[in-house]
């Protein structure tokens, strides 16, 4: 077997190049794993995991995993909740319940109709809460 040594150099480098196929496979795992992890924390909350928690089950209930609202409770909580203790301690019970509230939501489309309308003064004050914070 011969080896292109200019290969072996390119891929010490800047390591071995995937295909679009390969690139792929790897997203479609990485996000298999995430939806299992979150239903996992459904089942059980006190599920324990290394990886960090990038999700909010609410939200992305609501209004789906990249809209703009996640993204802004999202960043309200990695800039201003993780700093305080009581952001800290309101992001622990967050977790514990909101697995459960979020099943609930996606089973009843009235009440998570009214949890919208409830939770759009929430995203707007944790957008001008971040503005503020800037």
Known sequence: MTVCEQKLVFEKRYGERLTRAQEERIRDGDRGHARFLRQAFVVNPDVRSSESKPWCFIATELWGEH??????????????LRRYVLGRAFTRVYYRISPAV?????????????????????????????????
């Not at 993204?71 to 909580?77: D, S, T």
């Not at 979020?102 to 759009?120: C, E, G, Q």
């Open 102 to 134: 979020a099943a609930y939501l996606a089973r009843h489309p009235r009440v998570r109709r009214l949890a919208k309308a409830a939770l759009t003064p929430v995203v707007a004050a944790a957008e001008y809460a971040l503005r503020k914070a800037r």
């Open 67 to 80: 809209a703009a609202e996640t993204c802004a409770l999202r960043a309200l909580r990695d800039a201003i």
